[in-house]
T-cell receptor
Framework: SQELEQSPQSLIVQEGKNLTINCTSS?????LYWYKQKYGEGLIFLMM?????EEKSHEKITAKLDEKKQQSSLHITASQPSHAGTYLC?????????FGTGTRLTVIP | KAGVTQTPRYLIKTRGQQVTLSCSPI?????VSWYQQTPGQGLQFLFE?????QRNKGNFPGRFSGRQFSNSRSEMNVSTLELGDSALYLC???WGTGGNEQYFGPGTRLTVT
């Protein structure tokens, strides 16, 4: 079965710093989603990547899909406390979406 | 447009009891998926309903069941609750099936004592 591994598992950064979160798949990625989750709450859709080499941006968050490497990266520029939370990548599998284990981001003001 | 709503938001049950959780999808969405999230296992897919039919099912025991009504609202039921069923249960709605762009509700926090 396909698995998604996220790295790092947790990240603590100073406000204003840039950061990158990676999501690596054990099999070919045919589509990848990025979600953000505040503790104990639902997931907030960030963006969806469907094609190799695709790159999307939303405000200060940019995500890329490297099909050959079976990997996606999420980059946050000039982090803010509002960026804090857990970031989850999800991919389309045989049965609906399956998710990585998440990266917990803490932004220190 | 209203988002996905889930009720109740919090629930405390005793081992052996059963529980029913409700999910109302975004208007116009016909697919509802259910997920279980725990610290140990992360986010795991339970099942998906589309047009009142179960389309996909994850690897969970038969104690977990669901259904969808003609207005796309969905319920999931867990019978004979176990301590390990304590989790955040999330539902997500989408226009189509099979991992289509999904929008999640706030979740129901179930605690089994």
């Amino acid at each position: 079965s396909q698995e998604l591994e996220q790295s790092p598992q947790s990240l603590i950064v100073q406000e204003g710093k840039n950061l990158t979160i990676n999501c690596t798949s054990s099999k070919t990625l045919y589509g990848l989603y990025w979600y953000k989750q505040k503790y104990g709450e639902g997931l907030i859709f960030l963006m969806m990547l469907q094609k190799g080499g695709e790159e999307k941006s939303h405000e200060k968050i940019t995500a890329k899909l490297d099909e050959k490497k079976q990997q996606s990266s999420l980059h946050i520029t000039a982090s803010q406390p509002s960026h804090a939370g857990t970031y989850l990548c999800g991919a389309v599998g045989a049965n609906n979406l399956f998710f990585g284990t998440g990266t917990r981001l803490t932004v220190i003001p | 447009k209203a988002g996905v709503t889930q009720t109740p938001r919090y629930l405390i049950k005793t081992r052996g009891q059963q529980v029913t959780l409700s999910c109302s999808p975004i208007s116009g969405h016909r697919s509802v998926s259910w997920y279980q999230q725990t610290p140990g296992q992360g986010l795991q897919f339970l099942f998906e309903y589309f047009s009142e039919t179960q389309r996909n099912k994850g690897n969970f025991p038969g104690r977990f069941s669901g259904r969808q009504f003609s207005n796309s609202r969905s319920e999931m039921n867990v019978s004979t609750l176990e301590l390990g069923d304590s989790a955040l249960y999330l539902c997500a709605s989408s226009w189509g099936t099979g991992g289509n762009e999904q929008y999640f509700g706030p979740g129901t926090r179930l605690t089994v004592t």
